[in-house]
């Protein structure tokens, strides 16, 4: 018999399987070439040659006891100071090995800064839509997610109703910028806005709320669009950083959490997430990819790539009569439904064996959302069935 807490997850977790399950059957069908899989946010582009290289060089240079041993909980200090300094330069922050720990991907770092702040009972604010795991992550300490209903014009958040929802029992508030599953960026007029009435909520309950920025898609952005870093904005930022989407490794699990100096009880709240990776069961972060990261720290992903399938996919969907607020970073496009509920425009694209995720899985129905981190090809083939699917909802 299993706890209760996790019954629920037993639930929804059939509904994922179902649509994988979906897909190799068709691809089984049909041939792989010939099923449009828009459903997962697996990077398309491999790992760069010089972190492969160098895994072999790390294997043959070093010391097994080194590369494959234990090691302080927040990761390597060589490495943890080779990330600092390479954010110090993109950023002009003043960041050292101390204001880092090297976590289990994202996801990791997400549980280990909700872990160091979060008393159950106290709320964490977050921004429909969302990466829905965020609810599983609150729920992990006992926290209560509270969500903040979509601005679906331009889906940068809606602050007006964000600042109602703050109380005196606020512990934090997540963001993810670039923006899984809409691709939004949230411009800096948003961040300004967004960190003051932060600010002035702290004065009003005499409180302290901590903004977690999410950002597993930083470099991923187009256009020359700016990305916000947003310690510049607010004092009580914690980001929790992934090489998952920007070096394509996300089996590899790699990222990091950063706790700047100038958020409240900077030296506790580091030495608690260092602790909270121990106690989570993850101990440190892999050891031989955490060496890769330093000797890779600038190498770049192929943007350039996944923008050609930006444009080609919203110019393609556009062009057929489908709208979606035009991404500008990440590899997602949210898609209106032409159905009300999008659950049955996901069905309907079975039939010409295309595969989307209802925007019900990130608390925005209505909506589905395409990952377009797949081939050029897979694009243009999959625009002639797009064209059919408007045509059967009435689009055209
Ligand atoms: N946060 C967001 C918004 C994501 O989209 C993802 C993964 O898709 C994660 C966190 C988790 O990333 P990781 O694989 O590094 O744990």
């Not at 002009?92 to 280990?112: E, H, K, P, Q």
């Not at 602050?159 to 703050?166: H, S, T, V, W």
């Not at 934090?172 to 599953?181: G, L, S």
């Not at 990261?293 to 969907?317: P, Q, S, W």
């Amino acid at each position: 018999m299993i706890a209760k807490k996790m019954e629920p997850f037993l639930r929804n977790n059939s509904a994922i399987r179902m649509m994988f399950e979906e897909g190799n059957r068709l691809k089984a069908q049909y041939g792989p070439e010939n099923v449009f899989d828009f459903s997962i946010g697996n990077p398309s582009v491999p790992a760069p040659d010089s972190v492969r290289q160098a895994i072999i060089d790390l294997v043959n240079e070093t010391e097994p006891t080194v590369i494959h041993g234990y090691m302080p909980n927040a990761g390597f200090v060589d490495v943890r100071q080779t990330i600092a300094e390479s954010l110090n330069r993109r950023f002009g922050t003043d960041f050292s090995a101390r204001n880092l720990i090297m976590t289990v991907g994202a996801g990791s770092a997400l549980n280990i800064a909700l872990k160091s702040i979060v008393n159950p009972g106290e709320e964490v604010i977050v921004f429909a839509p969302y990466f829905l795991e965020y609810g599983a992550y609150v729920g992990n300490y006992d926290g209560v997610l509270v969500t903040v209903s979509p601005d679906t014009e331009t889906f940068q958040p809606n602050l007006k109703e964000f600042a109602e929802k703050i109380t005196a029992n606020t512990r934090a508030v997540i963001v993810n910028t670039p923006h899984n599953p809409t691709g939004v960026v949230y411009s800096e007029e948003t961040i300004k806005k967004l960190a003051a009435i932060l600010e002035e909520k702290q004065k009003e309950f005499g409180t302290v709320i901590y903004l977690i920025s999410d950002e597993p898609y930083r470099e991923l952005a187009y256009d020359g669009v700016n990305v916000p870093w947003l310690t510049d904005y607010y004092d009580n930022t914690i980001v929790g950083y992934s090489y998952s989407k920007s070096l394509s490794l996300p089996g590899e699990r790699i990222g990091y959490v950063v706790i700047p100096d100038s958020a409240d009880g900077s030296a506790d709240l580091i030495t608690a997430a260092t602790i909270a990776n121990r106690i989570s069961g993850a101990v440190n972060a892999p050891s031989l990819i955490q060496k890769v990261i330093a000797r890779c720290v600038d190498e770049k992903t192929d943007v350039e790539a996944y923008d050609k399938n930006r444009k080609a996919l919203y110019e393609g969907l556009t062009k057929l009569g489908y709208t979606c607020t035009k991404p500008q970073g990440a590899f997602y496009l949210f898609l209106k439904s032409p159905f009300e509920d999008e659950k049955k425009f996901v069905e309907a694209g079975k039939k010409y064996n295309i595969l989307m995720v209802p925007g019900t899985s990130f608390a925005c129905p209505g909506y589905v959302r395409l990952a377009y981190c797949v081939s050029y090809e897979t694009i243009i083939n999959s625009l002639p069935r797009f064209a059919e699917l408007a045509k059967e909802c009435g689009l055209q």
